[in-house]
Antibody, heavy 117, light 110 residues
Framework: QLQLHQWGAGLLKPSETLSLTCAVSGASFSAYYWSWIRQPPGKGLEWIGEVSQSAVTTYNPSLKSRVTISVDTSKSQISLKLTSVTAADTALYYC???????????WGQGTLVTVSS | QSVLTQPPSASGTPGQRVPISCSGS????????VNWYQHLPGTAPKLLIYNNIQRPSGVPDRFSGSKSGTSASLAISGLQSEDEADYYC???????????FGGGTKLTVL
């Protein structure tokens, strides 16, 4: 059974770097795309980006200058880094197997990240 | 505001059929597949409909999707109390070169 275990710092100050890791178990890691999505409190979903089986990344243009998604195949982990955070980056961050709209798209439980001075 | 437009709320009584609309443009819905997600309180969003009309394994056939031109619709028939959730449409957008979501529709079962 697929499990996505996320962790990272939950409280950041403005200008710091958000860093989250998502560990995958119960699935063939290298066979899938992996995605990150976020949801600010009380707001809708926002796609952050995705990484392909060959580690090719595609990012939300509005975040592209600040975001990096990477994979560590040896550890079956996906990482998200977002630099120069502001209060607007406060959100529940989800990692997910597959691209948005893939028939086997499956989201983890999410990690809340708060940016506050 | 969101690239894809959804009504902020919808409601129905048990057993009813409720439609939820999603409006976009030629750069997204008009030329790309539409997907729908269900977000129950306190849980992770779940894929409900992909490729406009397809249901992943395990999704009841009470949920159906359709698309016409630059609009799409999710229909929930035989409404049940456990269907009370937020519903989001999503599609790739060629102009933005990324995935766009609708603002979400909060469904209340009266």
């Amino acid at each position: 059974q697929l499990q996505l275990h996320q962790w990272g710092a939950g409280l950041l100050k403005p200008s710091e770097t958000l860093s989250l890791t998502c560990a995958v178990s119960g699935a063939s890691f290298s066979a899938y795309y992996w995605s990150w999505i976020r949801q600010p409190p009380g707001k809708g979903l926002e796609w952050i980006g995705e990484v392909s089986q060959s580690a090719v990344t595609t990012y939300n243009p509005s975040l592209k200058s600040r975001v990096t998604i990477s994979v560590d195949t040896s550890k079956s982990q996906i990482s998200l880094k977002l630099t120069s955070v502001t209060a607007a980056d406060t959100a529940l961050y989800y990692c997910a197997r597959g691209r948005i709209g893939d028939y086997n798209n499956y989201w983890g439980q999410g990690t809340l990240v708060t940016v506050s001075s | 505001q969101s690239v894809l437009t959804q009504p902020p709320s919808a409601s129905g009584t048990p057993g009813q059929r409720v439609p939820i609309s999603c409006s976009g443009s030629t750069s997204n819905i008009g030329t790309k597949f539409v997907n729908w997600y269900q977000h129950l309180p306190g849980t992770a969003p779940k894929l409900l409909i992909y490729n406009n009309i397809q249901r992943p394994s395990g999704v009841p056939d009470r949920f159906s999707g359709s698309k016409s031109g630059t609009s799409a619709s999710l229909a929930i028939s035989g409404l049940q109390s456990e269907d009370e959730a937020d519903y989001y449409c999503a599609a790739w957008d060629d102009s933005l070169n990324g995935v766009v979501f609708g603002g979400g529709t909060k469904l209340t079962v009266l």
